[in-house]
C-alpha cells in the first residue's frame, strides 16, 4: 500500500472512530426518544456507513490490480457511498428546522415537499447503474464525474443554505448554546468539504463531519444541565427556557400542572431518601400516560406537563384526559418501603397563551399555593380566578405600604381572673380601594412569598410600640400586647438586632411585648429558634406558642422552647363542644401544659360557657369574640377594661 493510501484510510478510520463515539453515548445516555435524538442517530450512522465505505473503496483501489473482485467490490462501495452520502445534507436540514422548532404546525405534505429533491437525487443515484448520469467508469477505470452530480451537488448546497437561513432566522428562539453549536457543527463540516475539494489527496470531510456532530452531542444534545435526577425529567430552567421558545415561535399549548400539596409533610414524616423514593413511583407513573419528555419538574413537589397543540393534527394528549388519568392514579395510595402513602394532589390545567399569556403567569401558578378552601382535584377554566384574586392581592399589599393602607387591630385578651384584661393581640388588616378590607389569612402568606412580610412586621411592631409609648396600654390595665411574628422573619440572620433597634428606638419596656410564635414554625429548626427566643427574652420580650394543637403538637419544642404562654388553639376548644373525645383532648392538653409550668391562653372563646368551662380547667387567659373581635386602636381605647359579669 502507499502513504497516498494510509493517510486516506487513516482519515477514514478517524471518522469511523469518532462517529461510533457519539453513537454508543448517545445509546448509553438513553437520549434517543424525541425526533431530535433520532435525526442526530441517523446523521451519526450516515457517517459511519460512509466511513467503512470509503474505508473499504481504499482498501480495493490498492488492490484492484492484483483480482477483478476488488474492482467490483470498488464499484458497489462507490455506489453505496453516494445512496447513503446524499442523505446527509437532508437530514442536517431536518435536524436544525427540528431543533429550532420550525416544523411544529406543518403538514405532512409540507414535510414530504422539503424531501422531494431528496428523493429526486436518492432516484439518480439508484438509477445510475444504468443510467451513468451521475458518474461513471471508463474502460480503463478512471472515475468520471457526470452532470448528475452537479445536480446532487446543488440538493445538498439547497439544503445546507436552507438550514442555515432557518437557523438565522430562529436565532432568537434558540437556546444560547443551540445556536453556536448549529453554527460550530455547520462550519466545521464546510471546513472538511472545502479541503478535500481543494486538496483531493485530504480525506477530511467525513472526519470533520464525525467531529462537528461530537460537538454537537455535547452541546446541543446533551441534558444533563436540564434533567432533574430524581425523576428523570426535565428542571425547572428546562421548562422556562422551552416555554419561551415555544411562545417565541407562537406555538400553542396546554399545561396540566400537578402539585402535591402535602409532599413537605411526606418529607418531614418518611425522611429525604424515602421522598426520593416516592418521587420516583410516581414518575414511572407519569411516563405511562405522557412521553418523558413534555413532564417537567418544576418544584420539589410539582409537576408540569407541556402538551403541544400541532395546526394540523389534534393535540397529542387531551389535558382533561390526562388530568383525570392522574386523578385516578391518586385516589389510591403509593408505597414507601411497603408501607401505604397517601399523595394529595392539586391538578391545574390551563391553555397557553390563551389562558395562561406568558412565563411569568405559568411560573406564577406553579409557585402559587392552592387555597385551603378549594376541594377539587382538577381545576381549569374559572377554578383558576384564584390566580386572578391572588395577583390583585399581590398588588394591593406592595400598593397598600406605599399608601398607607395597613391597619393594626387589637383583640383584647382577659385574665380568667375576674375576666380583667390582660393585654391584646395585634392583628394587621390592609384596606383596598378596590378589594375592601384584606385580612391577614389571605395576604400575610402572599406578603411571605413575594419578601414584603419583612415590611409589613416591621409595620406592626412599630405602631404596638408607639401605643404602648402613649401609656394608653396601661391606663386599660393592660400587661402586655401580642405581636405576631411570621416564619420568614424568625428565621432573618439580624433579626434580633432589627427588634431591638426598634423597640429602644422608642423607650418601652421590652417586657410588655409579647412575642407569638406558631406550633408548626417552632417544629421546623428548634435551634435557631431556641437561639433566638434566648437572646430576645434576656432582652425582657416574652414568648408565646401560637396555635398549639394544629399542626404537629411537637411535645419537644414545647419543652425545648422557652415560652411564657402557649396558645391553645380555637379549634381545640371548639371540638372539646362537638364530642366527649374533643373535651378529653382539651383537658389533657391543659394539664400537660400546667405540669409544665406553662401560663395558658385559650383562643376562640366566644359563649359563656366557654368561659366557665376554662375557668373551671385552670386556664390563665382567654381571648375570643365573646369578649371582642379584633377593633381599632380608638376602638380599643374606648373597651371595657373588665367584662362584666
Ligand atoms: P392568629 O394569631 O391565630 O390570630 C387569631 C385569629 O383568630 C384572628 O384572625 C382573630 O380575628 C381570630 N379570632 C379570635 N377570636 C376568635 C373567635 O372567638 N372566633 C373566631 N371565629 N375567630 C376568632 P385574623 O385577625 O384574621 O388573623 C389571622 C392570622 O393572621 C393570625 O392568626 C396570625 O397568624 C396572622 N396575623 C395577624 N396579624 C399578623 C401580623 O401582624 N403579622 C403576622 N406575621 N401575622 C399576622
Ligand atoms: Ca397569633
Ligand atoms: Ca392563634
Known amino acids: 500500500m502507499t502513504y497516498d493510501t494510509l493517510f486516506h484510510l487513516a482519515f477514514y478510520f478517524a471518522a469511523i472512530l469518532v462517529s461510533l463515539t457519539s453513537i454508543v453515548f448517545t445509546k448509553f445516555q438513553k437520549r434517543t426518544d424525541l425526533s431530535q435524538n433520532k435525526t442526530f442517530l441517523l446523521m451519526n450512522y450516515i457517517v459511519l456507513a460512509n466511513a467503512v465505505t470509503c474505508f473499504l473503496a481504499e482498501i480495493c483501489d490498492a488492490l484492484m490490480s492484483t483480482s477483478g473482485v476488488f474492482y467490483n467490490l470498488l464499484l458497489v462501495c462507490q455506489f453505496l457511498y453516494f445512496m447513503v452520502h446524499i442523505t446527509l445534507a437532508p437530514a442536517l436540514f431536518w435536524y436544525v428546522m427540528t431543533v429550532a422548532g420550525s416544523f ?3 403538514s405532512l405534505g409540507f414535510k414530504l415537499l422539503c424531501l422531494l429533491p431528496y428523493m429526486v437525487s436518492e432516484l439518480l443515484v439508484i438509477t445510475n447503474p444504468l443510467t451513468k448520469y451521475v458518474y461513471y467508469y471508463t474502460d480503463d477505470m478512471v ?24 437557523l438565522m432566522l430562529s436565532w432568537n428562539a434558540l437556546r444560547r448554546r443551540s445556536r453556536w453549536a448549529l453554527v460550530y457543527f455547520l462550519c466545521v463540516t464546510l471546513f472538511g468539504v472545502v479541503v ?17 456532530l461530537v460537538g454537537v452531542m455535547l452541546s446541543i444534545e446533551n441534558e444533563d444541565d436540564r434533567l432533574d435526577f430524581e425523576s428523570g425529567f426535565y428542571n425547572r430552567n428546562a421548562l422556562k427556557m422551552d416555554v419561551a421558545h415555544l411562545l417565541a415561535k407562537k406555538r400553542v399549548m396546554s399545561c396540566v400542572c400537578l402539585k402535591i400539596t402535602n409532599m413537605d409533610m411526606v418529607s418531614r414524616i418518611t425522611g429525604l431518601s424515602n421522598t426520593e423514593e416516592i418521587i420516583h413511583e410516581v414518575a414511572d407513573f407519569i411516563r405511562t400516560v405522557v412521553p418523558r419528555y413534555c413532564v417537567y419538574r418544576a418544584t420539589p413537589g410539582t409537576l408540569v406537563i407541556i402538551l403541544r397543540h400541532d395546526r394540523y393534527s389534534k393535540l397529542s394528549s387531551d389535558p382533561q384526559r390526562v388530568a383525570e388519568k392522574l386523578d385516578e392514579r391518586f385516589k389510591s395510595d403509593w408505597t414507601v418501603h411497603g408501607s401505604p402513602l397517601k399523595l394529595s394532589p392539586v391538578i391545574m390545567t390551563a391553555e397557553i397563551p390563551s389562558h395562561i399569556h406568558n412565563l411569568r403567569d405559568l411560573l406564577y ?45 387589637y383583640q383584647p385578651t382577659h385574665c380568667t381572673d375576674a375576666l380583667k384584661i390582660h393585654g391584646a393581640e395585634a392583628l394587621i388588616r390592609l384596606h383596598d380601594k378596590e378589594l375592601g378590607m384584606l385580612y391577614p389569612d389571605e395576604f400575610i402568606p402572599i406578603a411571605e412569598q413575594t419578601g414584603n412580610i419583612d415590611d409589613i412586621d416591621e409595620f406592626v411592631l412599630k405602631e404596638v410600640c408607639a401605643f404602648i409609648k402613649s ?5 386599660l390595665g393592660m400587661d402586655c400586647v401580642n405581636v405576631n411574628l411570621s416564619v420568614i422573619q424568625c428565621m432573618a440572620n439580624d433579626f434580633v438586632k432589627r427588634i431591638m433597634d426598634i423597640v429602644d428606638s422608642y423607650g418601652i ?21 431556641s437561639d433566638v427566643i434566648t437572646r430576645l427574652k434576656q432582652n425582657g420580650f416574652q414568648f408565646s406558642m401560637d396555635d398549639y394543637g394544629t399542626g404537629y403538637s411537637n411535645m419537644h419544642s414545647l419543652f425545648a422552647l422557652d415560652f411564657d404562654i402557649v ?14 373525645r374533643g373535651q378529653i383532648i382539651l383537658e389533657n392538653c391543659v394539664h400537660m401544659i400546667k405540669q409544665m409550668k406553662r ?7 366566644e359563649t359563656r360557657e366557654h368561659v366557665d368551662k376554662l375557668t373551671a380547667l385552670g386556664v390563665d387567659y382567654l381571648q375570643g369574640y365573646f369578649f371582642s373581635k379584633p377593633i381599632t386602636q380608638g376602638e380599643l381605647l374606648k373597651y371595657q377594661a373588665v367584662k362584666g359579669v
Not at 196 to 212: D, N, P, R, T, W
Not at 367 to 396: M, N, Q, W
Open 599 to 605: 401560663r395558658i391562653l385559650v383562643e376562640g372563646v
Open 143 to 166: 472515475f468520471v464525474r457526470n452532470w448528475g452530480e452537479i445536480i446532487l451537488y446543488i440538493v445538498s448546497i439547497a439544503y445546507m443554505a436552507v438550514a442555515f437561513t432557518n
Open 365 to 409: 401558578m406553579i409557585d402559587s399555593p392552592v387555597p385551603k378552601d378549594i376541594d377539587d382535584t382538577i381545576l381549569a377554566g374559572e377554578d383558576l380566578d384564584f390566580l386572578i384574586r391572588r395577583e390583585a392581592v399581590e398588588a394591593a399589599v406592595s400598593k397598600g405600604l406605599l399608601e398607607h393602607n395597613f391597619e393594626v387591630y
Open 509 to 529: 419596656p421590652k417586657s410588655f411585648i409579647n412575642f407569638e410564635i406558631t406550633e408548626s414554625v417552632a417544629a421546623s429548626d428548634n435551634d435557631l429558634l
Open 104 to 106: 411544529f404546525g406543518r
Open 567 to 580: 396558645k391553645i388553639d380555637k379549634s381545640i376548644l371548639w371540638d372539646a363542644d362537638k364530642s366527649e
Open 196 to 212: 478535500q475539494f481543494l486538496y483531493i489527496g485530504i480525506k477530511s470531510e467525513l472526519f470533520c463531519e464525525a467531529l462537528a
Open 471 to 475: 401609656g394608653e396600654a396601661k391606663r
